[in-house]
């Protein structure tokens, strides 16, 4: 089945600074991949996403790039901020219709000021 | 309400209790879901109901059984837990287009649950 790998698990950054975050995953038929973020306490929020007909997504100071090819795809922050602390999840779908999602185990990101 | 609400928040069980998670979605979603959240294990799937359909995790134990009476209410019911079953359950609500993808998962705030 699908297995989805996500790196690293831990991330500390300078306020500011840039923070990516990686995921690889197994099945080549995934056609969806959404990334949640979730602070200390709170529900999971969804931040972006992207499917497999495309190779980039911006919005703002968050961006995901999907490489098809090697399986992987990744989260890009930029100018970091203390709000921006959480634990951030990436996943795969593993149906057609994407409602069945595998998470990744997640990366703690602290950003300091 | 708005959004995705659960309840309990909190619930203490013993082993040999039977209790229900219910789920509520005010959000006109078609598609409902059940995860599991233990520390340092990633989000885990257990059931989805989408347009009808029915999709369940293969490795959830028999002691959980979902129930969705309508798109807009989900519940789990629990029996003869084990501790290990001691998680944060999540529910979500999602809207799939008829023979389309689904949208972004709304999630609620959990059930913490603890089995003694």
């Known amino acids: 089945g699908e297995n989805v790998e996500q790196h690293p698990s831990t991330l500390s950054v300078q306020e500011g600074d840039s923070a990516v975050i990686k995921c690889t995953y197994s099945?080549?038929?995934?056609?969806?991949f959404p990334w949640y973020k979730q602070e200390l306490g709170k529900r999971p929020q969804l931040i972006i996403d992207i499917r497999s007909n495309v190779g980039e997504k911006k919005d703002q100071r968050i961006a995901v790039t999907l490489n098809k090819t090697a399986k992987h795809f990744s989260l890009h922050i930029t100018e970091t901020q203390p709000e921006d602390s959480a634990v951030y999840f990436c996943?795969?779908?593993?149906?057609?219709?994407?409602?069945?999602?595998?998470f990744g185990k997640g990366t703690t990101l602290s950003v300091s000021s | 309400e708005t959004g995705v609400t659960q309840t309990p928040r909190h619930l203490v069980m013993g082993m040999t209790n039977k209790k229900s998670l219910k789920c509520e979605q005010h959000?006109?979603?078609?598609?409902m879901y059940w995860y599991k959240q233990s520390a340092k294990k990633p989000l885990e799937l257990m059931f989805v109901?989408?347009?009808?359909?029915?999709?369940e995790n293969n490795s959830v134990p028999s002691r959980f059984s979902p129930e969705c009476p309508n798109s807009s209410h989900l519940f789990l019911h629990l029996h003869t837990l084990q501790p290990e079953d001691s998680a944060l359950y999540l529910c979500?609500?999602?809207?799939?287009?008829?023979?389309?993808?689904?949208?972004?998962?709304?999630f609620g705030p959990g059930t913490r649950l603890t089995v003694l």
């Open positions: 959000l006109g979603h078609n598609a």
């Open positions: 109901y989408s347009l009808e359909e029915r999709v």
């Open positions: 979500a609500s999602s809207q799939r287009a008829s023979g389309g993808a689904t949208g972004e998962q709304f």
């Open positions: 996943a795969a779908s593993v149906n057609q219709a994407g409602t069945a999602l595998i």
């Open positions: 099945d080549s038929a995934s056609n969806y």
